[in-house]
């Protein structure tokens, strides 16, 4: 059996946007690790090789020329790469990769990620059909968000593929366009839940002994739900628990409508930077925060540091009210923290047992549940334990091979 994922997103810094690029690179890694030949089929940069193998993942990086003109990232230019991407990758994975393996009695499965691959499983399929060898390859394409579902021909797409995609809450989502996915769910590396820096994690729970340290890692869209962590902040501050919001989001202009609320409200927000990497550096940048209610962090949050943040924090507030599946609020279970999500797609999160779970915009609801839980005889240790638990079902092999490869 060859696999071949068909992306956007991958594993360069160039391919990398955000949550799909995670997915990728876990699912390309985790079936090339459980001994599958993998082949990545990806927007990669501009500057480096065309191809590349690592071991049983092969990479190949597509509409390189365009990307050397388009110096942004993987959707600068998107348009002209969706373009090139549909009309060039299908001929050449089917006539140089697909018919050599598939004639000499192969399976192939090919994943497909989001809009911008759907004309590409179209062609394929025809390709496919022309050459008499359809009925050994399964087609699988998936929907992480309902970003660019107007575009897509879902009657087409339906008979090309079977359909997928991350949760129960987006199989409901995708009902209205007349099709009925099969869920699949994302994954975490295995590294998410490796030890959070002890060090790191004890000193910031001494110096935040007599605040509720909360944190939050999105971007600043409306979506995340921005602005009922700063009013659960101005909430928990009239009540005289003391927040700190530790505060990281993107560069996205709903930022300016936060910092607005903050202001209203009569928090103060504070900046701070990590000059470099690591757990020590973030606690060393928002160690003096002069009072301040919310510190927004102006540097990248690295795995170590947000393993560090997540243990340590009272809760993370992963509340959203869009959310396809939820990585934030996985991520910070398997650091062993205290992940307060929305009531969307994160299909992991059981209520009260191994997370908060919101279903209003009431700041009231989250002080409510939280003071429930802090004053449970045992704290919020359970809670933390159980979340480890269900992490661990959630790395990418038990993934596969409980919901993937039972599907090809």
């Given at each position: 059996?060859q696999?071949?994922?068909?992306?956007?997103?991958?594993p360069?810094?160039?391919?990398?946007a955000?949550?799909?690029?995670?997915?990728?690179?876990g699912?390309s890694?985790?079936?090339?690790?459980l001994?599958?030949?993998?082949?990545?089929?990806f927007?990669?940069?501009?500057d480096?090789?065309?191809?590349?193998?690592r071991?049983?993942?092969?990479l190949?990086?597509?509409?390189?020329?365009?990307?050397?003109?388009h110096?942004?990232?993987?959707?600068?230019?998107?348009?002209?790469?969706?373009?090139?991407?549909?009309?060039?990758?299908?001929?050449?994975?089917v006539y140089?990769?697909l018919?050599?393996?598939?004639?000499?009695?192969?399976?192939?499965?090919?994943?497909?990620?989001?809009?911008?691959?759907?004309?590409?499983?179209?062609?394929?399929?025809?390709?496919?059909?022309?050459?008499?060898v359809r009925?050994?390859?399964?087609?699988l394409?998936?929907?992480?968000?309902?970003?660019?579902?107007?575009?897509?021909?879902?009657?087409r797409?339906?008979q090309?593929?079977i359909?997928?995609?991350?949760?129960?809450?987006?199989?409901?989502?995708?009902?209205?366009?007349?099709?009925d996915?099969?869920?699949?769910?994302?994954?975490?590396?295995?590294?998410?839940?490796a030890?959070a820096?002890?060090?790191?994690?004890?000193?910031?729970?001494?110096r935040f002994?007599?605040?509720?340290?909360?944190?939050?890692?999105a971007?600043?869209?409306?979506?995340k739900?921005?602005?009922?962590?700063i009013?659960i902040?101005?909430?928990?501050k009239?009540?005289?628990?003391r927040?700190?919001?530790?505060?990281?989001?993107?560069?996205?202009?709903?930022?300016?409508?936060?910092?607005a609320r903050?202001?209203?409200?009569?928090?103060?927000?504070?900046?701070?930077r990590?000059?470099v990497?690591?757990?020590?550096?973030?606690?060393?940048a928002?160690?003096?925060?002069?009072?301040?209610?919310v510190?927004?962090?102006?540097?990248?949050?690295?795995?170590?540091?947000?393993?560090?943040?997540?243990?340590?924090?009272?809760?993370?507030?992963a509340?959203?009210?869009?959310?396809?599946?939820g990585?934030?609020?996985?991520?910070?279970?398997?650091?062993?923290?205290?992940?307060?999500?929305?009531?969307?797609?994160?299909?992991?999160?059981?209520?009260?047992?191994?997370?908060?779970?919101?279903?209003?915009?009431?700041?009231?609801?989250?002080?409510?549940?939280?003071?429930?839980?802090?004053?449970?005889?045992?704290?919020?240790q359970?809670?933390?334990r159980a979340?480890?638990?269900?992490?661990r079902?959630?790395?990418?092999?038990?993934?596969?091979?409980?919901?993937?490869?039972?599907?090809v």
């Amino acid at each position: 059996m060859q696999f071949h994922i068909l992306s956007f997103e991958g594993p360069d810094a160039y391919a990398r946007a955000g949550g799909i690029s995670s997915r990728i690179t876990g699912l390309s890694e985790g079936l090339a690790r459980l001994g599958n030949h993998t082949h990545l089929w990806f927007i990669g940069a501009p500057d480096l090789a065309g191809s590349e193998s690592r071991g049983n993942l092969h990479l190949h990086r597509w509409c390189q020329w365009i990307s050397s003109y388009h110096p942004g990232g993987v959707y600068d230019g998107d348009f002209r790469k969706v373009s090139d991407y549909t009309a060039s990758l299908p001929p050449y994975l089917v006539y140089q990769t697909l018919l050599p393996h598939l004639r000499g009695g192969g399976r192939a499965t090919i994943l497909a990620e989001e809009w911008h691959t759907v004309d590409a499983v179209l062609h394929l399929d025809w390709l496919l059909r022309k050459e008499h060898v359809r009925d050994q390859v399964t087609i699988l394409w998936n929907a992480n968000n309902t970003f660019g579902f107007e575009r897509i021909d879902w009657q087409r797409l339906s008979q090309a593929a079977i359909i997928t995609t991350v949760s129960r809450y987006m199989r409901h989502c995708m009902r209205f366009q007349d099709v009925d996915p099969i869920v699949i769910p994302n994954g975490i590396e295995e590294t998410a839940l490796a030890p959070a820096d002890a060090r790191a994690t004890a000193e910031l729970r001494s110096r935040f002994a007599d605040r509720t340290l909360l944190a939050k890692v999105a971007r600043f869209d409306p979506d995340k739900r921005w602005l009922l962590a700063i009013d659960i902040v101005a909430d928990l501050k009239r009540r005289g628990a003391r927040p700190l919001l530790v505060a990281r989001g993107g560069v996205e202009s709903h930022r300016s409508d936060v910092l607005a609320r903050a202001a209203q409200l009569g928090l103060s927000v504070v900046e701070r930077r990590a000059e470099v990497p690591g757990a020590a550096a973030l606690v060393g940048a928002i160690s003096d925060v002069n009072g301040g209610d919310v510190v927004m962090l102006e540097s990248h949050l690295d795995a170590d540091s947000r393993r560090s943040l997540f243990r340590a924090a009272d809760a993370v507030l992963a509340n959203s009210g869009h959310e396809p599946f939820g990585l934030v609020g996985l991520e910070t279970m398997a650091a062993g923290g205290v992940a307060c999500t929305g009531c969307s797609g994160e299909d992991y999160a059981q209520p009260g047992r191994n997370a908060l779970v919101l279903q209003t915009d009431d700041p009231r609801e989250f002080t409510t549940l939280f003071t429930r839980l802090r004053n449970s005889p045992l704290g919020d240790q359970p809670l933390r334990r159980a979340a480890r638990s269900t992490a661990r079902q959630y790395v990418w092999k038990r993934v596969i091979e409980r919901a993937l490869l039972p599907r090809v």
